[in-house]
T-cell receptor
Framework: NAGVTQTPKFQVLKTGQSMTLQCAQD?????MSWYRQDPGMGLRLIHYSVGAGITDQGEVPNGYNVSRSTTEDFPLRLLSAAPSQTSVYFCASNSWGQGAPGANVLTFGAGSRLTVL | TQLLEQSPQFLSIQEGENLTVYCNSS?????LQWYRQEPGEGPVLLVT?????EVKKLKRLTFQFGDARKDSSLHITAAQPGDTGLYLC??????????????????FGQGTILTVHP
């Protein structure tokens, strides 16, 4: 039972480089999301998806792109990395995307630590 | 913008002591969740409370949702070294995204780093 799998675990980039953080879930969840975690700032929502082919912006979407071609996968792309994007990134999924907030229970991946020099 | 202020930010106590972590907001939330996160791992849900005034107990942990659904607290009795970790509160609300889809948004507090010394 893998749950939510993120790769890579660690990555170092130079300013201006591009990369993709991979996220896959095997729970057949409709709703998937990407958060970044920075010290003293909790978790902030970058992008989310309520199903295959449907994505939308969260609180801090600038500099990031997403796509959702399958239910299982939700990659996060950094087109031109900046030092401000140094952070720990978490992918999460839950069973529905438009239901009652009270049942919006997220299953998180183990995180991807990104450093941009 | 909904904000959740979590306090204290750091807590260092001895095994056997009691502690309380607070989560406060000026906004009303439909639900309030508490997560625990260990180093190198993602947050794991501890509890969800959805009714104002609701109290839930999970072994030595007691969670309370304020009557007005603007605040919550986490109380740990007789803390143990295994309780060490980052505790996050998260308020839930249904919002409309920029692209027109709605989703159950979670607003996270800044977190409380708890260290319990043997």
């Amino acid at each position: 039972n893998a749950g939510v799998t993120q790769t890579p675990k660690f990555q170092v980039l130079k300013t201006g480089q591009s990369m993709t953080l991979q996220c896959a879930q095997d729970m057949n969840h409709e709703y998937m999301s990407w958060y970044r975690q920075d010290p003293g700032m909790g978790l902030r929502l970058i992008h989310y998806s309520v199903g295959a082919g449907i994505t939308d912006q969260g609180e801090v979407p600038n500099g990031y792109n997403v796509s959702r071609s399958t239910t299982e996968d939700f990659p996060l792309r950094l087109l031109s990395a900046a030092p401000s994007q140094t952070s720990v990134y978490f992918c999460a999924s839950n069973s529905w995307g438009q239901g009652a907030p009270g049942a919006n229970v997220l299953t998180f991946g183990a995180g991807s630590r990104l450093t941009v020099l | 913008t909904q904000l959740l202020e979590q306090s204290p930010q750091f807590l260092s106590i001895q095994e056997g002591e009691n502690l309380t972590v607070y989560c406060n907001s000026s906004s009303v939330f439909s639900s309030l969740q508490w997560y625990r996160q260990e180093p190198g791992e993602g947050p794991v849900l501890l509890v969800t409370v959805v009714t104002g005034g609701e109290v839930k107990k999970l072994k030595r942990l007691t969670f309370q949702f304020g009557d007005a659904r603007k605040d919550s607290s986490l109380h740990i009795t007789a803390a143990q070294p295994g309780d060490t970790g980052l505790y996050l509160c998260a308020g839930g609300a249904l919002v409309l995204g920029a692209g027109g889809t709605s989703y159950g948004k979670l607003t996270f507090g800044q977190g409380t780093i708890l260290t319990v010394h043997p």
